[in-house]
């Protein structure tokens, strides 16, 4: 059974630094595409970056290039995204999300639509 964990959601002032991690566990290490996403109130479910496992390939949202850094432990089997320079506008739920058939692709890895499995979530919070 496929399982995503994600932690180290929190809050932070604006010009803060955070970095979420998300625990896969239940299918077997290969080349995929590994999401994070984030929804705030009252808005639709964002893509923030598609890291294509195995091979390193990373997507960012325009919205976060330069602050926001997604990586990968295949030992540990786990997903990361450093966030830096946080904004109050990057307060929203933060979920992880696996596509384990295909890898990421420009057209599609910010389709929440792309991906099978997902997180609870966790929260971040960036306070002005």
């Known amino acids: 059974q496929v399982q995503l964990v994600e932690s180290g959601g929190g809050s932070v002032q604006a010009g803060g630094s955070l970095r979420l991690s998300c625990a896969a566990s239940?299918?077997?290490?290969?080349?995929?595409?590994m999401g994070w996403f984030r929804q705030a109130p009252g808005k639709e479910r964002e893509g923030v970056a598609g890291i294509s496992t195995g091979i390193g390939l990373t997507y960012y949202a325009d919205s976060v290039k330069g602050r926001f850094t997604g990586s990968q432990d295949n030992a540990k089997n786990t997903l990361y995204l450093q966030m830096n320079s946080l904004k109050p506008e990057d307060t929203a739920i933060y979920y992880c999300?696996?596509?384990?058939?295909?890898?990421?692709?420009?057209?599609?890895?910010?389709?929440?639509?792309?991906?099978?499995?997902w997180g609870q979530g966790t929260q971040v919070t960036v306070s002005s």
């Open positions: 999300a696996a596509n384990l058939v295909y890898g990421c692709y420009s057209g599609s890895w910010s389709d929440p639509r792309w991906y099978k499995y």
């Open positions: 239940g299918y077997t290490v290969g080349i995929y595409c």
